[in-house]
């Protein structure tokens, strides 16, 4: 049957799946838009087109599913930029669909022509310019195929207007792809696998490093019959939070710049440490010389190029994590680390009297008591998608998570902006679960026009705002490192209670820690989305922390308080 | 230190732009870069020269192998490869033809264009022999020096790597219409 190639968009995107697609149109893609309306697939407007990837992303992140982007040539192809960097750096499958000018007038700066196959090369994992009809399918059904297989990541497809108005036959099978398949992730070598073996069976002081990768290979079971067996605990990444849970006794914690200071020193006194689905960023390594001086070193990694990247390794093993531990685990040995485990314990304990959480309520709000509470009333079963700053490193930190996919957050890009586009597309993904926003007030303002897009759908959400009238995280860099100049970081914020009744939904304000809980019930009991402002304490900061460039353990720690209200309260 | 990466690539517009990009990008010196076709349609070849150390120029094969125009890349051991630059000097006579063409004969290298006060000079070689002549001639005045960049092969046997390539090689969805650019 004889189709356009603007039918053929939607015929491919339909049978790879699609339910959902997030864009803006504009000329470009017009013949595309036309041709929407006649098939099954829910198209969400959004407000900005950046947003539209955010939205795609946290689908993606919330689903494991490929999430898609539609849009116009020039401006509204530039406006995925930086979404698609966001999601290329933290390996999420993303389709974004642009039109371009007709094909006779490439090259020539026409109307709203850019060159954006140029412009997303390096933040693509791959992209296609397509000129003809017949071409369309076999690219969209690669593009599948790349943005899902080995490491994740966004690919970009350009239609030139004439090849969406254009008529070709669809041969579905005829496109199947294949040169996904060209570089299939290695199987690591047996030698390889034996001398992890050793290493493992003979180590006294191991820590697992777990990552974002855990999840993407679906190795929770896995990684989890590795730590129980040889009793290893398991340090998170950013992104591996979740993807392990936190609840359990083998779990550490956060790594890293604000990772707690027992799980920092465990990894910097371990004698083996066993890198699973993480590339050593440098938030999480510290100065790269002092690194875990004393450990041996084996990294599992679907994607070779990130093995030796930045820490040179005693055993390299490339390949899907859940099969490399799969091969593993027949030969591993049950082990008893009791004396390992006690003395992380021991810095625990350390740690617990300067925990804020463990403050007397001095009548002052402090994010991270939000934090805590919102765990609690949650009972930690929300979807958290946070932005960037203090408050993600407070939610980090307080917002303890057992559930897969739970926490939707921008770690690689660390984009502001990111948690209201991302948080709707979880929703819209997984319309089952609770969704709670945790944003700044800088970042907040970034993209809070997607208000709009969440009540012209009927999605709900919950908005935590953590209004400290600062861009907090570069205003306590500000303090630590350049003499408490506040150079461009006091920031004020329209009445958000206001705003939110501009976007006809519920909002309020809370001063108290007293009035939390009852706030966050009324939010939670909104059929709609709702928006809670909570006034916090402006300028607290993030500890513990390791300054850029310094040594793991040479972290900044909290002020040691008094008087101590309780110790070691929450045993998570 | 000098490494010899030959990529094996899909013949299609905006495959250069991606492996030029890439070594931009992560920071990897390229001495010398050449493309051409291949004994196989579709497929193009490309030498790459890179000064880095091993394990740089390992990390490097790793990059180029998650492009996804990119069929196979080969890194050539040491000693155990031919490679060859093409060289044209323009280089003055003005100091007596009679040494310059000595010297041509000498590096067994050719002239292929004869002015009254120059001669074009047409050299293939390692890239140490053609180090070597430009040296020579140099007293003599080089008005123009155009250089290929290396092209190599591993000696031997034909490589695993090309009999995989024959295998994984397909027309891709690019190839025609549809540009990777
Ligand atoms: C798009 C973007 N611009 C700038 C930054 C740099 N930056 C990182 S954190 C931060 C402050 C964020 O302020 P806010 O949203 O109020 O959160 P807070 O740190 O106060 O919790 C800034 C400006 C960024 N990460 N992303
Ligand atoms: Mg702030």
Redesign the pocket.
Known sequence: MDRTGAQIIWECLLREGVETVFGYPGGAILPTYDAMTEYPIRHVLVRHEQSAVHMADGFARASGRTGVVVATSGPGATNLV?GLATAMLDSIPLVAITGQVGSGLLGTDAFQEVDITGITLPITKHNYLVTRAQDIAPAIREAFAVASSGRPGPVLVDITKDAQQGRATLDWEGAAPTRHLRHIPPSPAEVDLDRALVMINAAKRPVILAGHGIQLSGARAEVLALAELAQIPFAETLLGLGAVPASHALSLGMMGMHGESWVNQAIQEADLLIALGMRFDDRVTGRLKEYAPNALKIHVDIDASEINKLVPVDVPLGGDLKQVLQALLPSVKAADHTPWLERIRSWRGDSAVRDIKNLPDDGHLY?AHVMHDLWKITKGEAVVVT??????MWEAQYYHHDGERSLITSGGA????FALPAAIGAKLARPEAEVWVV??????Q?TFAELMTAVQEGVKVNIAI?N?G??????QWQALFYEGRYAATP?LSPDFVKLAGAFGIHGERVEKRSDLEAAVARARQQPGTALIEFKVEQEDAVYPMVAAGAALHDMIRRPSPSPIAETGADPV | MSHVLVIYTDDEPGVLTRVAMLFRRRGFNIHSLTVGPTEQVHVSRMTVVVDTDEATARRAVEHLRKLVNVLEVQQLGHGRNVVRDLALLRVSTAQGRSEVLQLVQVFRANVVDIADDSVVIECTGSLGKIEALVDSLRPFGILELGRTGAVAMARGLRSEASNRLAAAAVVAPGSTGAMSV
Do not use: C, K, P, S
Not at chain 1, 439 to 444: R, S
């Open positions: 930086t994010a932005d960037v700053g203090q408050h993600q660390g984009t502001m902006g944003a700044g007030d800088g970042g907040f970034m953590i400290n600062y861009l907090g995280m570069v205003r920031i």
